[in-house]
């Protein structure tokens, strides 16, 4: 399921709740997060930076406790990195506007912007805070319970 929204409607804040209240649960939850950034985890000389820049197409990172995985690729798609994650009960992917995959929109009256959901009728459902006059089902945005209800249902 798709998360997403304008800027500053709180897309982050409700994808953090719904993973703590879907893994609360017992489901296995995995994230996917897009960004228009030019974001570099690597610090420039470190090994793993030294493995990429001479060209690794992957380079995990491992410790005793967690791993990073990073791998060169031209605009991965959901349909990619789909691919690339462990078997799970739920992937929840923040940031995706277009797109076919099922998506909830997180709307705020205060961004001052008009909800996607209202000419995006691939947005399923609309978490907000007031009314935005959509035709897609409305959810509270301050009921996280309600909203994995939903989401769990679809």
């Given at each position: ?60 990172l491992a ?28 992937v929840l ?62």
């Open positions: 399921m798709g998360v997403v929204g304008h800027k500053n409607a709180g897309k982050t804040t409700l994808t953090a709740a719904l993973v703590a209240e879907l893994v609360r649960r017992g489901l296995r939850v995995s994230t996917l997060k897009h960004t228009h950034h030019a974001v570099d985890l690597e610090v420039p000389g470190t090994d793993t930076h030294r493995h990429r820049m001479a060209g690794a197409q992957q380079v995990v410790t005793d406790r967690r791993l990073t995985l990073m791998e060169e690729a031209e605009a991965p798609d959901i349909a990619h990195l789909l691919t690339r994650l462990a078997p799970c009960d739920v992917a923040e940031g995706w506007k277009a797109g076919r995959h099922p998506r909830i929109e997180v709307w705020r009256p205060e961004t001052e912007r008009a909800p996607l959901a209202r000419t995006d009728p691939t947005i399923l459902a609309v978490a907000a805070t007031g009314d935005p006059e959509v035709t897609q089902p409305v959810l509270d945005l301050n009921d996280v319970g309600r909203i994995a209800d939903w989401l769990c249902s679809n």
